[in-house]
């Protein structure tokens, strides 16, 4: 479960526990932005215990307290871990509609995972929690010098997505709008939407792309995310047609994916109607 960090330019920083297990937040990024004065932190991982190694990190490198939390959606592996930076005092910021998942879910995820002894350790300490800022449609502020544009790309991974543009730096962090080397989870998805989110995310002009899951790329990581919806629905559909195993199929089209375990709720929302 080692914190690694990939340094995008002085001021953005993206950390990852790698793997693809919910004791390494399933692979998700955190990404970290240092201004002059002020840190941002976007999506601070599973649990509390993983925010502390993470905001360890951060004190490392920079006295500058950690004044905003952006959270891109309410699953877990990107939003448990919020909690710790809150209770040290940074705003920490949600789409309203994924508070309101959070309040509805995590509650009972965590009284499940507490049920398993080898994620007891994991979980101490942690408990639910629900951002204190909500966001609509978006907002724009600035930390540190750097503006940050946060927006809502309607309901596509969740109905609940934010996506987080430092505009200056050029730097898009997309949640899980975007993976890059995980099957995306399309377990509460709109696909629709997801597609129209990608093609807004193309319309704009950053030249970095933080994905949720997977090294940060350029723009060509919205391409390749278009690419695997076309290319996972026709073989989902062409599986079916041909009385094939679609999760079988999607694991042989993409065979270095990791979080295969996704993989059924693909086939319920690409698959034949």
């Not at 201004?35 to 490198?61: C, E, N, S």
């Not at 079916?240 to 375990?261: E, N, R």
Request: proline content about 7%; aromatic content about 8%; glycine content about 10%.
């Amino acid at each position: 479960m080692a914190l690694t960090e990939t340094r995008l330019s002085d001021h953005v920083s993206v950390f990852t526990h790698g793997g693809e297990t919910l004791a390494e937040s399933y692979g998700a990024n955190a990404t970290v932005f240092f201004g002059q004065g002020a840190v941002v932190v976007v999506d601070p991982f599973v649990a509390p215990r993983q925010a502390a190694a993470l905001g360890a990190r951060i004190a490392d490198r920079t006295p500058d307290p950690v004044t905003h939390v952006l959270l891109t959606h309410h699953h877990t592996d990107h939003a448990l871990g919020a909690s710790w930076f809150g209770r040290r005092g940074a705003d920490v910021l949600a789409h309203a509609e994924a508070m309101r998942r959070m309040l509805l879910e995590h509650g009972d995820l965590l009284a499940e995972r507490r049920r398993d002894p080898a994620l007891v350790p994991l979980f101490e300490g942690a408990e639910l929690y629900v951002p204190n800022r909500p966001v609509r449609t978006g907002v724009t502020f600035e930390a540190g010098g750097i503006r940050f544009d946060v927006f809502h790309p309607g309901p596509a991974h969740t109905p609940g997505d934010l996506c987080v543009y430092a505009t200056a730096l050029g730097v898009m962090v997309s949640g899980d709008l975007v993976s890059s080397g995980y099957h995306p989870n399309l377990e509460d998805a709109d696909v629709a939407g997801w597609r129209a989110a990608l093609e807004r995310l193309r319309g704009l002009p950053f030249w970095t792309l933080v994905p949720g899951h997977g090294p940060p790329g350029g723009r060509e990581r919205v391409e390749d995310q278009i690419a695997y919806f076309e290319a996972a629905a026709r073989t989902v559909r062409e599986a079916q047609q041909f009385g094939i195993d679609p999760v079988t199929a999607l694991k042989a089209l993409y065979p270095d994916h990791l979080l295969a375990i996704v993989l059924p709720d693909t086939v319920t929302r690409l698959g034949v109607r």
